[in-house]
C-alpha cells in the first residue's frame, strides 16, 4: 500500500514560515491535499491541488499557504504569515483519503 511520509514542521514565531514536505512512495495521480487536526478539533482540509496544478484553499489559509506538486509523488505546503491558530499537525492524503495516514509533521506557532 501506498506510505506517505510528512516532514518540514517545527516551532516558528507567529509571521514566520515554513514549508512541508509530502512523499509518497508510489505515484499518486488523483487529487492530493494538505490537513491538519489541532489539539481537541477535527482533522480538517487546508488545501488540495489536483494532478493538473488546481488548486483550492479553505479560507483559514487564503492568501497566506501555498500547495504545490513537482511529481506524481512529491508534494508541498508553503505557509507564509503563520498564526498560532495554524499550531497543528499536518498530514498529507489523497483525496478522498487512502482511510489511513501518515505519521504527520507537527507546526507550532508561538505567539
Known amino acids: 500500500q501506498v506510505q506517505l511520509v510528512e516532514s518540514g514542521g517545527g516551532l516558528v514565531q507567529a509571521g514566520g514560515s515554513l514549508r512541508l514536505s509530502c512523499a509518497a512512495s508510489?505515484?499518486?495521480?488523483?487529487?492530493m491535499g494538505w490537513y491538519r487536526q489541532a489539539p481537541g478539533k477535527q482533522r480538517e482540509l487546508v488545501a488540495s491541488i489536483t494532478s493538473n496544478g488546481a488548486a483550492w484553499y479553505a479560507d483559514s489559509v487564503k492568501g497566506r499557504f501555498v500547495i504545490s506538486r513537482i511529481s506524481a509523488d512529491t508534494m508541498y505546503l508553503q505557509m507564509n504569515s503563520l498564526k498560532p491558530e495554524d499550531t497543528a499537525v499536518y498530514y498529507c492524503n489523497k483525496i478522498p483519503t487512502l482511510g489511513y495516514w501518515g505519521q504527520g509533521t507537527q507546526v507550532t506557532v508561538s505567539s
Open positions: 508510489e505515484r499518486i495521480f488523483s487529487p
